[in-house]
């Protein structure tokens, strides 16, 4: 039997994820399901800038980017604080204004695990 660990939504970056194309949501759902059974998917990595232990699931998909960042090292579950479409035109670096709402809803979600 595995550990699976549960998987978490914040209703702002569910609401997100579900505007994401069908394909894009089944690569991410794999991924996803692969975190919670102990696994790193090729395409994860530390989001730079963060707190340890914010991930995200870097995503290309017929042309287009798109990102699933999540927590590991809050509670037991993993938790996806935020989903969205890169359309940023500096290079790889996640736009600012996303850090800023990741931080934010990482800052409250901390909060209300206490």
Do not use: C
Not at 9 to 16: E, V
Not at 57 to 78: E, T
């Amino acid at each position: 039997m595995r550990n699976t660990r549960p998987i978490s939504w914040l209703a702002g970056a569910l609401r997100d994820y579900r505007g994401f194309p069908p394909s894009v949501q089944e690569i991410a759902d794999d991924a996803l399901t692969e975190i919670a059974e102990g696994g790193t998917p090729d395409f994860a990595k530390p989001l730079a800038g963060l707190a340890s232990g914010v991930w995200e699931l870097a995503i290309k998909a017929r042309g287009d980017a798109w990102r699933v960042v999540y927590a590991l090292k809050l509670a037991d579950a993993i938790w996806v604080i935020h989903a969205f479409q890169k359309k940023s035109k500096r290079g790889i670096a996640t736009p600012k204004q996303d850090i800023d709402l990741i931080q934010e809803r990482l800052k409250r979600l901390t909060e209300q695990l206490k």
